[in-house]
């Protein structure tokens, strides 16, 4: 019998789709729709400014003490999207090195 992945079924004490992701991934027009404060996106513009958008790190948004997103009820349609447990998950975590 070939060994199983582990079951995957919730995002808690994870967060490594948004470790690896320096902003909000929001697509164009966005933010305006969902009404997302100026203030809150503020962090991913200096980011970008920066020329910080593309790096490996972990999203403005993102509470790594908590290992959650710190405005989940504003957040973007990709990461609304992005499904636990699936082979982007999986990638993600291992990318992170969260054991899977």
Same mark, same amino acid.
């Not at 958008?53 to 349609?77: G, K, M, Q, S």
């Given at each position: 019998?070939?060994?199983?992945?582990?079951?995957?079924? !919730?995002?808690?004490?994870?967060?490594?789709?948004?470790?690896?992701?320096?902003?909000?991934?929001?697509?164009?027009?966005?933010?305006?729709?969902? !009404?997302?404060?100026?203030?809150?996106?503020?962090?991913?513009?200096?980011? @970008?400014?920066?020329?910080?958008?593309?790096?490996?790190?972990?999203?403005?948004?993102?509470?790594?003490?908590?290992?959650?997103?710190?405005?989940?009820?504003?957040?973007?349609?990709?990461?609304?999207?992005?499904?636990?447990?699936?082979?982007?998950?999986?990638?993600? #975590? #291992?990318?992170?090195? @969260?054991? @899977?």
């Amino acid at each position: 019998m070939i060994g199983r992945l582990p079951l995957i079924d !919730s995002c808690d004490d994870c967060g490594a789709c948004c470790m690896r992701t320096p902003v909000p991934p929001f697509e164009p027009g966005e933010e305006t729709v969902r !009404s997302v404060p100026a203030e809150l996106l503020q962090p991913a513009h200096e980011r @970008i400014a920066a020329d910080q958008h593309f790096d490996p790190l972990p999203c403005v948004w993102f509470d790594e003490t908590a290992r959650a997103c710190r405005h989940y009820d504003l957040r973007p349609a990709a990461c609304r999207r992005f499904e636990v447990g699936t082979d982007a998950c999986r990638m993600a #975590r #291992r990318e992170v090195g @969260i054991d @899977i």
